[in-house]
């Protein structure tokens, strides 16, 4: 799925497991299990089916990247600027 559908129709789509290397891309904002916050793909392994993920939104002064098992991945969403959401 591409950022431009993803903004077109803000929808949130659950992730399969057995494809979901194909369903996220870098730049891609997502709830992981255990979390009720956003995160953002900033890299993707797909042979090791681990990505790189960040909060989201991120502050400029703090680079807090961490690996994750893609299956940890949740659900794909809409990235807003977190300032409807206040």
Excluded: H
């Amino acid at each position: 799925m591409s950022f431009s559908k993803l903004v077109e129709n803000k929808s949130s789509f659950k992730f399969n497991s057995n494809n979901s290397c194909k369903n996220i891309y870098k730049g891609a904002c997502v709830k992981i299990k255990n979390s009720q916050k956003t995160f953002q793909v900033v890299g993707i392994n797909p042979e090791s089916k681990v990505c790189w993920i960040r909060e989201w939104p991120f502050a400029l002064d703090v680079n807090k990247t961490f690996s994750l098992k893609i299956n940890q991945i949740t659900l794909q969403t809409f990235c807003t600027d977190g300032l409807d959401e206040k």
